[in-house]
């Protein structure tokens, strides 16, 4: 954001979390929205995730939580204006 509090995408950020489960994934999008760390999470469900783990490949059910990001002026500035700097 600009001194002129001119907002532009690239000061916007996607952060993409897992969760073990929904509740988690909702405690912590609420956190985030009410301390002004994020303008909007979204908790997407059914996401089952394959990774390595100590020389093992896994599987795991998680939730998947990440705060959406648009282009438009109108939006970024609402972004701006919910997110504490």
Same mark, same amino acid.
């Given at each position: 954001?600009?001194a002129? +509090?001119?907002?532009?995408?690239? *000061?916007?950020?996607?952060?993409? @979390?897992?969760?073990?489960?929904?509740?988690?994934?909702?405690?912590l %999008?609420?956190?985030?929205? %009410?301390? +002004?760390?994020?303008?909007?999470?979204?908790?997407?469900? %059914?996401?089952?995730s394959?990774?390595?783990?100590?020389e093992?490949?896994?599987?795991?059910?998680?939730?998947?939580?990440? *705060?959406?990001? %648009?282009?438009?002026?109108?939006?970024?500035?609402w972004?701006? *204006?919910?997110?504490? @700097?």
């Amino acid at each position: 954001m600009t001194a002129a +509090g001119e907002v532009f995408a690239s *000061d916007v950020r996607i952060v993409l @979390s897992t969760a073990p489960d929904a509740e988690a994934a909702l405690r912590l %999008g609420r956190t985030l929205v %009410g301390e +002004g760390l994020a303008a909007c999470v979204n908790v997407v469900p %059914g996401v089952r995730s394959i990774y390595r783990w100590r020389e093992a490949i896994e599987e795991a059910e998680e939730v998947l939580a990440f *705060d959406p990001t %648009g282009g438009a002026a109108s939006y970024l500035q609402w972004i701006a *204006d919910v997110v504490r @700097s």
